[in-house]
């Protein structure tokens, strides 16, 4: 097979394999075994790992682990008898909890993902 080249005189075949890609199919395959055993590793380790979120100033607490699974809500008497704002305050932080969550679990992920990727 004729090799192609750019303009600047690169090889465009991928025979030579190019800096950081994998000569072969089989090396590829092994790093995405490899990546897949770490996210699935990083999901057991993130169904343990506690994150929570306070709101007005305190009165409301929710605790939940990074596998989005609720631990505990702890909440001021006080602002339980204000059924309005004891609503407002949890919808506020169940959306604060989960962005915190969501945060967490991209940033893991992509950590793995960047150190797999042979294009980085």
Do not use: H
């Amino acid at each position: 097979m004729k090799k192609l080249r750019s303009f600047g005189g690169r090889n465009l075949t991928g025979a030579s394999g190019g800096p950081g890609i994998p000569k072969n199919f089989a090396e590829l395959q092994r790093l995405q075994q490899k990546m897949e055993e770490e996210l699935k590793a990083l999901e057991e380790q993130l169904a343990s790992e506690e994150v929570s979120v306070e709101v007005g100033g305190g009165a409301l607490k929710i605790i939940a682990t990074c596998d989005r699974k609720v631990k505990d809500i702890q909440y001021d008497e006080d602002v339980y008898q204000d059924r309005e704002m004891f609503k407002d305050l949890l919808m506020v932080a169940i959306s604060e909890l989960w962005e915190k969550v969501d945060k967490i679990r991209e940033e893991r992920t992509n950590e793995i993902i960047l150190k797999y990727n042979p294009l980085a």
